[in-house]
């Protein structure tokens, strides 16, 4: 593993506990208080980190064996976050989104610097590389920690 792959997947996981941190030390009844980010709760936001982590997992998987994988839109994946955690407890919610990241930093931290870079994987009518991939990932996760923290401190928290 060299120091490019270490530093990508160090990233990865940071981006993830300041995320996870965002939301730290809150009353559970806060975590479905709306209007956090746009119109939906905490609890909403990481409904959706997590389908959106499942898919990652899934493409990865179908872009290694030269499939082309789709790039589904925002609002499907807050209908399918919405169908699948509704009436879960939030500690599954955050179980879920650490297990759903896990192979996914696995294989990254796999590859080589020069596998991580070649654009090679077909995601819709772009080809890709797992740099670019993880970079989405990493983007995501900080937008919605600074969006939290955001709402914290218009709060007063």
């Not at 940071?14 to 996870?20: F, I, K, P, V």
């Not at 119109?39 to 909403?44: D, T």
């Not at 919605?144 to 007063?156: D, L, T």
Request: proline share 3%.
């Amino acid at each position: 593993m060299t120091v490019e792959a270490l530093s990508s997947t160090a990233d990865l996981e940071d981006a993830r506990e300041q995320l996870l941190h965002s939301f730290a030390g809150l009353p559970v009844e806060l975590l479905d208080e709306p209007n956090v980010v746009g119109a939906r709760s905490i609890r909403q936001v990481m409904a959706h980190i997590a389908v959106w982590d499942s898919w990652a997992g899934d493409v990865l998987d179908a872009l290694r064996r030269g499939e082309t994988a789709e790039l589904p839109d925002e609002a499907t994946m807050i209908r399918l976050a919405t169908a699948r955690y509704a009436q879960t407890p939030f500690a599954e919610i955050r179980q879920a989104m650490r297990a759903f990241r896990m192979p996914f930093l696995c294989e990254m931290a796999t590859m080589t610097d020069a596998e991580r870079s070649r654009a090679q994987y077909r995601l819709g009518d772009k080809i890709i590389s797992a740099d670019d991939l993880a970079e989405g990932f990493i983007e995501h996760d900080l937008e919605h920690a600074s969006e939290i923290r955001a709402w914290r401190k218009a709060r007063g928290d």
